[in-house]
């Protein structure tokens, strides 16, 4: 396709400087070419934190209101864009346009997604966070268009799918009725190959026959949401490429590096501040686990195994809650050996564990599962990981609860929000119910809920976050949040200064016991030489004395 | 040949017997056919990732070959127990240390499916044992994904092998198929995941059905149900027991049903003919009176589908990198080659019979011998037919070459039409 191919071409460096036809041509737009031109340092900052906050109200969104694109959805963020004064958005999510305002909402558009895409390619999980929200973005605004709008952007960007013909949907009509809703003669249906709607076909929305995928107009922004994506995903992953060059420049490094640190909540990758004992965990897993977490723990205790995915969800949460990988090594070891040789443990698990924590194949540090993912997951038979509050029924859940000892109200809450599918809302629901308070935040984390839990029971200090407030329009509160963010930087750069010193430390200290071993062995040997040589001497010394006597017998 | 399955299989002797096994029958020549298609794209033999385990679990990883016969005298010399086939990468796996970039450009579709996977669902046998009943299981899960791969997908190229112990692997090897990335392969993974587990390991497996069914859920049922008595009442007799009636309970999710259908099967006769009547019979008379829950319409149909749907371990298909024992390979504990068998005749494999490494060895000899006594000419006549004609592996090398057949007139049309192309220009 001619478009894949255009993806490709890297820019020549426009001499026009705002031709924004040419890179933003439509109000939903690809963001293919990066820009070329210049962005002062201020314009720089104010793109970046316009566009985060405009992520952060579709993470609200969505959150609030987990079926996207549902009017709910629409209301609350075109409200929220009103309220924090980004019109311009607004203007681009209600379809096409071609007016001088337009052009300009579309400039600080593109600007602001090629800027943000800096401080978002940094981290599997940041980038997570920032397609998802893209993605969200993009379809607010392709569902908004009309039909021949539509039509403009297959012609524009030249994807050239044509509708299949009344007697080709004849063909295989019972199969289109059974996979697309309304009725299917008032329908377009498009003829494409599967690769290109691998999330219609991974649910099962569209007909299948011979590698091709059957769609319908209203599914097709998922044709063209999977190029989108693609876009943003290789983006990315170029982006990160040049950041080592990019960071050079501190002025931006403080910019980029604090935005997401002071947006998105912390990755819980290593728990520094605090050390769990491992005989703690029952004790902790009562109330301070989430129910994933508990599940887990008590199957762990119950089977003396995990299968591969508990395993990975539980042991990365253990290692973000703060057990040492020491410790963690002899909590799954007495438990799983219980069940097995230790030798077959040391064989096929320990390493597992280790990898865990970034000991071993690619030593990544990895992060403890978000509950994003932990939803996504899907647990083979007899697997015990993913979200209870999805993979349970009802009945089940119900059950469960009411023997934890919950009150009857608020497992009826639970159980609704489950059954609708507010899994994150009903682990929330959860946790107001075990610790008796009001969680405002929500739950998205299970390493979060961890250390709300244990702040609640007063058993961490809360931590200092700075949030900037999200009305920060006046050009001070703004140099403030430079501010801080700058003394962020420094602050994660003393950090990471410390944590090398630790290293150093360690080693120090690991090097420095080598040598008291070496020493005491050394001393040792000379000993036992000293020993044996006196021994010898001794020895010598009888024998010259007997012989001296003997010589004297004699 | 029933009496010679008797022959006990000693895994203490299968170093010996793998030695011969290798030299003599293990197709050397098919194999690399298949996994070099052709040669038709770059490095496609050359960076492929062998493993190999040996005697006492020592893992090989990152093996590669420049070509047949350095595979062939490899697995010779080191006699592996146990050989795995991964990706082709961008570089030559053996030298993976001194390139850091080195990743998985091509990779066969797999998919796995295990006869544990079923334990909440058979009777018969439990954990790595298995029987023609429970064979059952894994004809209806080839069946139901092999048309599945065929027809929505469009993959010709399918090459199912019995594991060797109580699974079987497909290896989907058209170029689009091979080329998917993780995305993709999980996709089509999750396409063919009907059936959820709860989670936990009290939990049942699931399935949901609502008015509109996907057209591969309509098929699926076609292939399911009219095998269903046959399987679940009769051979495993899945509903005999207090706790298979409990886990029947378990999939109906509504407590007032729950209750009624206990007091009905309190009644009933104990067997799972009776259960089974009971239970559609109760969800049928409800539906008559129309006070059946619109959750609880498809019941009947979410049953079967949760006791015989397929049952995928889609980790294994979803990784572009995951290693899986390569077809021919004798599996170590029972001694069993993993053979090729033909998707269309699933219901008539035998993993019973599937023959172990000794009896081979014990066939090849009995056939010399034979030829050998008619002729008189002992050296020519005997050492023409090729081994594997001898011994009951036949079939499944037949099987074997009819696959290559296939694929090798694809790869080739592939390469005559690029080159038809290149000529253009």
């Known amino acids: 396709m001619d478009f894949t191919k255009r993806s490709r071409i890297k820019l020549l460096k426009s001499p026009d400087e705002d031709s924004i036809d040419r890179f933003a041509p439509h109000n939903c737009m690809f963001y293919i070419l990066p820009p070329q031109n210049d962005v002062s340092l201020k314009d720089f900052e104010d793109l970046a934190i316009e ?35 980004l019109k311009y958005f607004v203007r681009l999510i209600k379809g096409n346009g071609n007016s001088e305002q337009d052009k300009h909402a579309r400039r600080r558009d593109y600007l602001s997604h090629f800027i943000l895409r800096f401080a978002y390619c940094r981290s599997e ?41 009344d007697e080709q949907k004849n063909e295989v009509r019972q199969e289109l009725q059974c996979s697309s809703t309304g009725n299917i003669d008032t329908i377009d249906f498009y003829k494409v190959n599967f690769l290109q709607v691998l999330d219609l076909v991974r649910q099962r929305k569209c007909f299948l026959k011979g590698g091709f995928a ?54 819980y990758t290593v728990n520094k501040d605090a050390d769990v004992p491992i005989e703690s965990l029952d004790q902790l897993s009562l109330k301070s686990y989430p129910l994933c977490m508990r599940m887990c723990h008590e199957s762990l205790r119950k089977t003396h195994h995990l299968k591969h995915s508990g395993r990975l969800q539980y042991g990365l949460f253990l290692k973000g809650i703060g057990v040492s990988l020491e410790d963690s090594l002899r909590f799954w070891r007495e438990e799983m050996t219980k069940n097995m040789e230790v030798d077959k443990f040391d064989k096929s698990y320990a390493y597992g564990i280790r990898y865990n924590y970034g000991k071993e194949g690619s030593r990544t540090n990895w992060t403890p599962w978000s509950c994003a993912k932990i939803i996504s997951t899907a647990p083979g038979a007899q697997d015990v990981a993913g979200c209870p509050f999805k993979l349970w029924d009802s009945i089940e859940l119900k059950s469960k609860l009411t023997s934890f000892g919950l009150n009857p109200m608020a497992v009826q809450d639970v159980v609704s929000y489950a059954s609708k599918g507010h899994f994150q809302l009903a682990c929330g629901r959860y946790f107001e119910s075990v610790h008796e308070t009001r969680l405002d935040e929500g739950v998205n984390h299970p390493n979060g ?103 004297n017998y004699l | 040949m029933p009496e010679a399955q008797k022959e006990q299989f000693n895994a203490n002797q299968l170093s010996d017997y793998l030695k011969l096994y290798y030299k003599r029958l293990f197709p050397h020549k098919q194999f690399y056919r298949w996994i070099s298609y052709n040669l038709s794209e770059d490095g496609i033999f050359t960076n ?72 909440d669902v058979r009777t018969c046998c439990n954990e790595a044992n298995i029987c023609n009943k429970c064979w059952k299981f894994m004809s209806i899960a080839c069946k139901v994904i092999d048309t599945a791969l ?28 091979r080329h998917l990335d993780s995305k993709g392969r999980g996709a089509i993974a ?14 049942v497996t699931k399935v949901t059905l609502y008015d509109k069914q996907h057209h591969s859920i309509r098929r699926a049922r076609t292939i399911i149900e009219p095998c269903f008595n046959e399987i679940i009442i009769e051979d495993q007799d899945a509903f005999g027991s207090p706790s298979g009636i409990d886990k029947l309970l378990k999939m109906v999710n509504d407590e007032t049903c729950r209750k009624e259908l206990q007091n009905l099967f309190a009644s009933t006769a104990s067997d799972s003919k009776s259960i089974w009547s009971t239970f559609v019979g109760y969800f049928e008379s ?49 001694g069993k080659v993993c053979v090729p068998f033909n998707p269309n005749l699933a219901h008539k494999f035998d993993p019973m019979t599937v023959p172990t490494v000794n009896l081979l060895m014990k066939e090849i000899d009995e056939f010399d011998q034979k030829t050998n006594e008619a002729l008189e000419t002992p050296d020519d006549k005997a050492a023409k037919v090729k081994d594997f004609k001898k011994t009951s592996m036949f079939k499944s090398t037949v099987i074997f070459e009819e696959f290559l057949r296939k694929i090798e007139q694809s790869t080739k049309s592939k390469a005559i039409t690029v080159s038809d192309k290149r000529m253009e220009f």
């Open chain 2, 190 to 203: 999750d396409y063919l995941q009907v059936s959820m587990s709860g989670g936990g390991e009290n939990t």
């Open chain 1, 214 to 267: 059957y769609v319908s107009s209203n599914d097709f922004s998922s044709i063209i949401g999977g190029h989108h994506q693609q876009f943003i995903e290789k983006g990315l992953l170029s982006h990160l490429k040049l950041l080592p060059e990019f960071e050079n420049d501190e002025r931006i490094v403080g910019i980029i590096k604090g935005l997401h640190t002071s947006y998105v909540g912390k990755d």
């Open chain 1, 125 to 165: 999980e940041l980038r997570r966070w920032f397609i998802t929200r893209e993605m969200e973005l993009f379809k607010f605004k392709f569902s908004s268009l009309s039909s021949n709008e539509i039509k403009d952007f297959i012609e524009l960007y030249e994807m050239g799918y044509r509708p299949i013909t």
């Open chain 2, 286 to 334: 409800m539906r008559v009176k129309s006070q059946l829950k619109s959750k609880l319409k498809y019941i009947v149909e979410e049953v079967q589908l949760a006791m015989l749907y397929p049952r995928l371990d889609i980790n294994v298909s979803r990784g572009t990198n995951h290693l899986l024992k390569a077809p021919f390979c004798v599996h170590p504990k029972t």
């Open chain 2, 48 to 119: 492929r990732e062998f493993s190999f385990t040996m005697e006492d679990d020592i893992y090989i990883r990152y093996l590669s070959f420049e070509n047949q016969s350095e595979l062939e005298n490899d697995i010779c010399t080191k006699i592996p127990h146990k050989i795995d086939i991964g990706a082709v990468f961008n570089t030559r796996p053996k030298n993976h240390r001194s390139n850091a970039n080195m990743k998985p450009i091509q990779r066969e579709l797999v998919f796995d499916i295990d006869m544990t996977d079923y334990d």
């Open chain 1, 449 to 551: 809920y961890f250390e709300n839990s244990q702040i609640i029971m007063g058993n961490r200090q809360t931590k200092e976050k700075n949030k900037p407030s999200s009305q920060q329009s006046n050009f001070n509160h703004r140099k403030q949040v430079q501010m801080n963010k700058q003394q962020e930087f420094k602050r994660k750069m003393d950090i990471k200064i410390k944590e090398e010193k630790d290293f150093d430390e360690e080693l120090w200290k690991l090097s420095q016991r080598e040598e008291e071993l070496l020493n005491e062995w050394n001393t040792r040997q000379e000993q036992t030489k000293k020993e044996v040589a006196e021994i010898s001497q001794m020895d010598w010394n009888d024998d010259d004395e007997d012989m001296s006597q003997i010589n």
């Open chain 2, 150 to 177: 065929r027809e929505d997908f469009g993959f010709e190229h399918l090459l199912w092998v019995f594991s060797g112990r109580r699974g079987i692997h497909c290896w989907v090897c058209d170029k689009t198929a």
């Open chain 1, 51 to 85: 566009r985060l906050k405009l992520l952060r109200i579709l993470e609200q969104a969505s959150l609030k209101y987990p079926k996207i694109l549902s009017d709910e959805w629409k209301e609350f963020i075109i409200n929220e864009l009103n309220a924090e004064g």
